[in-house]
């Protein structure tokens, strides 16, 4: 890697954990009314979305290193239009908390640099594990978006807004993934995935 495109991709790291993000599209909050929320619902839905957040920026990571390690340029670019995206999902997540009187997570810088190795690490395996893990990702994530709506106060329809097209955005990542030879991951990957993820979502939550 030259010294241009190593400052490029250092460039993405700092945009994606020290910059306010912005989004092209219209959030899908606007002219929704803010709910009346307690004090213990307002820290509630804080959490979520403190998780959904801490999410995205692993989503940039993954596909940040995913992409560099890539042989096939349609996977690259599949690969950076869904990061497009997913910095479309910081600007809202990150709206949404300073609504909320709240912050995203902390621990974020810890949670990019783990999920840029892992991205790596998919990368170098070959393209169709690549797209198989990319695949997997968004549909878990997909699961964790629906399950966050379930657990979300009824009053709340901006945050619920916000989620719902989040998770219409991944399930379409993951689609477009599999169109272009996704390998299915053994089981134990899922397992590992997931547990990992568990892990991430407690501790976002309160930090």
């Not at 839905?45 to 920026?57: F, P, W």
Request: proline share 3%; aromatic share 4%.
């Amino acid at each position: 890697m030259n010294i241009d495109a190593l400052i490029i991709e250092a460039d993405k790291v700092l945009r994606t954990l020290f910059a306010s993000q912005t989004s092209i599209r219209p959030h899908p909050d606007q002219g929704l009314a803010e709910a009346n929320l307690s004090e213990a619902e307002r820290r509630h839905v804080a959490g979520l979305m403190r998780v959904n957040h801490s999410g995205e920026v692993c989503a940039q990571a993954l596909y940040q290193g995913q992409a560099l390690t890539s042989r096939d340029p349609a996977v690259r670019d599949a690969l950076r239009e869904a990061a497009h995206e997913e910095i479309e999902h910081l600007a809202w997540t990150e709206q949404r908390l300073r609504e909320l009187g709240s912050h995203t997570s902390w621990l974020n810088p810890l949670w990019y640099a783990g999920s840029l190795t892992m991205g790596v690490l998919a990368g170098k395996l070959g393209d169709r594990w690549n797209l198989g893990f990319l695949a997997e990702t968004e549909k878990q994530v997909t699961a964790h978006l629906e399950s966050h709506l379930a657990r979300l106060p009824e009053s709340d329809i901006k945050s619920a807004a916000i989620i719902g097209q989040m998770a219409i955005d991944e399930t379409s990542h993951a689609h477009t993934a599999e169109a272009l030879g996704a390998a299915q991951l053994p089981p134990v990957a899922k397992q590992l995935m997931q547990q990992t993820a568990k892990v991430m979502t407690a501790l976002s939550y309160r930090i």
